[in-house]
């Protein structure tokens, strides 16, 4: 992976999570990272973090990188890829776009009748590539050749769980994997409130409870028990643990989180 190069049209907050989480992964280095943005100044500062090279345009990220991360708003697509169809095709690069809302069948309109010459992966990341345990939406269809397949997957695979879904349900994926984060965090706080509310020092609630959420969602994925399974584990009968459960019930908990997904969707 010593010549293989990664370049982010977009230098925001989730395309430094990736740059964070592939650099510190140990899969590449800050030198073999290129990125553009539309404000120089601040790019560079940004890039000056972590050892990337700041270069001015998307052509020179496009000529430059084998695997590009279209990392802009999702209105400015447009804008900035289509004068670069021709550069773009016939190449061995190949995109991953992690713009919400982008499909794949959305390129190949904005690429027209060179679409079929530029490989495309469009998927949805979350912040906790930063450390390791993210995971990456990913649209089942793409135009990936095999071998970029594969180095789509050993890349970003490292830094993040690779799920594949059916183009129409890349909206609620996103809402689960994308949105749902805001949701975990302010779960976090509210336990970390509770635990002030007790005696705890904050810190130290803040990170029990940092601690039980990734242990709970690396138990599920070890062992693939239901979660409802899960939680009858953890309720005695009579315990401390039921009580909470009952009280949680009783405030439509679930039905709350699921309104919540709602809002987003609708």
């Not at 050892?51 to 590009?68: C, F, L, R, S």
Request: proline share 3%; net charge negative.
């Amino acid at each position: 992976m010593s010549d293989f190069t990664v370049g982010f049209i977009g230098f925001g907050n989730m395309a430094q999570a990736i740059t964070k989480g592939l650099i510190e992964a140990g899969v590449v280095t800050g030198e073999q990272i290129i990125a553009c943005a539309a404000h120089f100044d601040r790019l560079e500062r940004n890039a000056a973090k972590y050892g990337v090279k700041a270069v001015q345009t998307a052509e020179e990220v496009a000529d430059a990188a084998k695997m590009i991360i279209v990392a802009i708003k999702p209105y400015q697509i447009a804008s900035v890829l289509q004068p670069m169809t021709d550069l773009l095709a016939d190449r061995d690069s190949f995109i991953v776009s992690i713009a919400a809302g982008w499909t794949l069948a959305d390129y190949e309109h904005l690429f027209g009748d060179k679409h079929e010459h530029i490989h495309v992966q469009c998927t949805i990341p979350n912040t906790p590539m930063a450390v390791g345990k993210g995971v990456l939406v990913t649209e089942a269809v793409h135009t990936l050749k095999d071998d970029q397949r594969v180095l789509f997957e050993q890349l970003l695979g490292s830094i993040s769980l690779v799920e594949r879904v059916n183009t129409e349900h890349m909206g609620i994926g996103m809402c689960i994997a994308g949105c749902a984060p805001a949701f975990t965090d302010m779960y976090l706080e509210a336990l970390g409130d509770a635990g002030v509310k007790y005696g705890l020092p904050r810190a130290t609630a803040y990170r029990l409870a940092a601690k039980m959420i990734e242990g709970v969602g690396a138990l599920y994925l070890a062992s693939d028990q239901h979660p409802g399974a899960m939680k009858d584990a953890v309720c005695s009968p009579g315990g401390t643990t039921i009580k909470g459960v009952a009280s949680l019930e009783e405030s439509a908990f679930r039905g709350e989180v699921i309104k919540a997904i709602d809002a987003i969707e609708q």
